[in-house]
């Protein structure tokens, strides 16, 4: 029986998932009225940006990175994710609805919130061109077993800075 891929199965398209929950998350916490709200909120979104963040480190950049050659952009996303994960790991250090807590959730906030705007901009459309669409399900698939994995704690030791530098030159 050949497997037939269906769009959501797009490395791509998944990202852009993720992305939506992760709006529609961070709005959830605006509307949040009491601190356990708050705590009930952030406990379901920190890991998910996290598990992202590994996710794409581990499946997606690379196979970018050897399909369209963009080192520079790659370099880039690495940064902001090493801004999102220490801005997560700030907040997660504060009791929610603290003032250091709301200061560091704005941070992962924006961090994510600039992340996203370039990668849909620029990374996902250079994936598409650059990926074939069946190499993007491949890495789709391979993309939920890393992101699915991560809350299960198997990945934690991955959710740490990474030098830009040094991930291109590791996986380009």
Request: charged share 35%; with cysteine; hydrophobic share 40%.
């Amino acid at each position: 029986m050949e497997y037939k891929a269906i769009v959501s199965d797009d490395v791509t398209e998944l990202i852009l998932d993720d992305h939506a929950t992760f709006r529609r998350l961070f709005a959830r916490l605006d509307d949040a009225t009491t601190n356990d709200e708050r705590r009930e909120i952030w406990v379901a979104l920190a890991p998910l940006l996290s598990a992202h963040v590994i996710a794409e480190e581990q499946t997606f950049y690379p196979a970018l990175l050897k399909a369209a050659h963009d080192d520079a952009d790659v370099k880039d996303m690495i940064h902001d994710h090493n801004e999102i994960r220490d801005a997560v790991h700030a907040a997660d250090t504060c009791e929610a609805g603290s003032p250091e807590w709301h200061k560091h959730v704005a941070q992962a906030r924006k961090a994510n919130s600039d992340h996203m705007a370039e990668e849909e901009r620029e990374t996902l459309p250079a994936a598409r061109k650059h990926i074939a669409t069946e190499d993007r399900v491949h890495l789709g698939l391979a993309f939920l077993r890393v992101r699915n994995a991560y809350p299960s704690g198997s990945l934690r030791d991955l959710d740490r800075d990474k030098d830009p530098e040094t991930y291109v030159e590791r996986n380009g």
